[in-house]
């Protein structure tokens, strides 16, 4: 099991940064590891709510799919997701939380990633690679919605 953290202070309100966040079709707008998002439930994110999102694999090669069930949502605070099905092998749980700052939103994205089989002998590098995507697609996310590139 490993844990890491991001974060990035985004000029945008909340509830810009939100909604483009808790929208699993709008990942490929902001991540370029992001081939696909989508809801499996719908209507708008809640408790019980299912994703599935499509994303490059380690290394550019292939894809990778995972499933994700919505455990937490406080609209413009927090949200909350369990994985309940992924393709490379473990499963793992992710959050985020906004903070109001400034004229700004601070987000916090922390996740939990449990590699199971033979995923478990590449467990530390791999969480090291993984934090720093998940980085640089909220350091892209804050370019994009700062120059009105993406928007609510």
């Given amino acids: 099991m490993g844990q890491f953290a991001c974060s990035v202070t985004i000029d945008r309100p909340v509830e ?3 909604a483009v966040l808790t929208d699993p079709t ?3 707008e902001w991540s370029k590891h ?3 998002g989508e809801m499996l439930t719908h209507g708008p994110p809640r408790v019980g709510s299912r994703r599935r999102t499509v994303v490059r694999g ?5 894809t990778m799919e995972s499933v994700f069930e919505v455990t937490e949502i406080d609209p413009l605070c927090a949200v909350a997701l369990r994985q ?20 700004g939103t601070r987000v916090d994205w922390t ?12 467990a530390w590098p791999m969480m090291a690679l993984t934090r720093r995507m998940f ?10 919605m700062e120059s ?4 609510r």
């Avoid at 099905?85 to 473990?90: C, P």
């Avoid at 980085?135 to 994009?144: A, E, F, G, Y």
């Fill in 26 to 28: 709008r990942s490929p």
């Fill in 111 to 122: 996740w939990e990633l449990n590699p199971e089989g033979p995923m478990k002998l590449f």
């Fill in 84 to 103: 309940v099905s992924a393709s490379w092998g473990g499963s793992g749980a992710t959050r985020y939380t906004f903070t109001p700052v400034d004229d």
């Fill in 16 to 18: 810009d940064v939100f």
């Fill in 58 to 62: 380690f290394g550019g090669r292939g």
């Fill in 34 to 36: 992001s081939i696909r």
């Fill in 148 to 151: 009105d590139r993406i928007s």
């Fill in 135 to 144: 980085q640089s697609d909220l350091d892209n996310l804050k370019r994009l």
